[in-house]
């Protein structure tokens, strides 16, 4: 199997704070993961892509500062969203892909609301 | 740079009827093809993907999709639906180098809520 976990799967926070969201590849080792946000009733857009080991490659428009990736271990990959607005509301989907691999493993994904 | 875009963003259909949820796409390069369907506040489960061979690729859930490079399609389809099926259905492409190797990035369309009704 492919099992992508996400911590936690739902997050209320005070405007101001930062939160730290987890995503783990169970069952194999993700070279790569990938970080998405997704609007109600829209698609997913991609934040990020993060190679183990290395700094995260942010899209066009992302905040590298605000948004922090870290994908220290072949399992793990971290966002941290820092300094939280109501803005930042959304649901955060990670996925995971191995090496040399075509297909990227979703996990069930992060509610985060800021109050 | 890649495109989808999935012509119905809503397909109502009645229980064990047929359905088609269409999907093209454009690319400058070879493409790899996916569907993925999610459930209310879930994440994204993998349908069926199209890397290379065969046409006509069969997924999960009895769903199945035909690549038609000539046409850039990649449109799903279910003989007969379940209830169980309502769901939001994403199709997504990833650009792929010579070699073979997948570029990594998805690019999702916009997606097409599937409602079976009774």
């Known amino acids: 199997g492919a099992v992508v976990s996400q911590h936690p799967s739902r997050v209320i926070c005070k405007s101001g704070t930062s939160v730290k969201i987890e995503c783990r590849s169970l069952d194999f080792q993700a070279t790569t993961m990938f970080w998405y946000r997704q609007f109600p009733k829209q698609s997913l857009m991609l934040m990020a892509t993060?190679?183990?080991?290395?700094?995260?490659?942010?899209e066009q428009g992302v905040e590298k500062d605000k948004f922090l990736i870290n994908h220290a271990s072949l399992t793990l990959s971290t966002l941290t969203v820092t300094s939280a607005h109501p803005e930042d509301s959304s649901f955060y989907i990670c996925s995971a892909r191995r090496r040399g691999g075509e297909t990227q493993y979703f996990g069930p994904g992060t509610r985060l609301l800021v109050l | 740079a890649q495109s989808v875009t999935q012509l119905d963003s809503q397909v109502p259909v009645f229980e064990e009827a047929p359905v088609e949820l269409r999907c093209n796409y454009s690319s400058s390069v070879s493409v790899y093809l996916f569907w993925y369907v999610q459930y209310p506040n879930q994440g994204l489960q993998l349908l069926l993907k199209?890397?290379?061979?065969?046409?006509l690729v069969k997924g999960i859930n009895g769903f199945e999709a035909e690549f038609n490079k000539s046409q850039t399609s990649f449109h799903l389809r279910k003989p007969s639906v379940h209830i169980s099926d309502t769901a939001e259905y994403f199709c997504?492409?990833?650009?792929?180098?010579?070699?073979?190797?997948?570029?990594?990035?998805?690019?999702f369309g916009q997606g097409t809520i599937l409602t079976v009704h009774p």
């Open positions: 199209y890397l290379s061979g065969s046409t």
């Open positions: 993060s190679n183990e080991g290395s700094k995260a490659t942010y």
């Open positions: 997504a492409v990833s650009g792929r180098n010579a070699g073979g190797t997948s570029y990594g990035k998805l690019t």
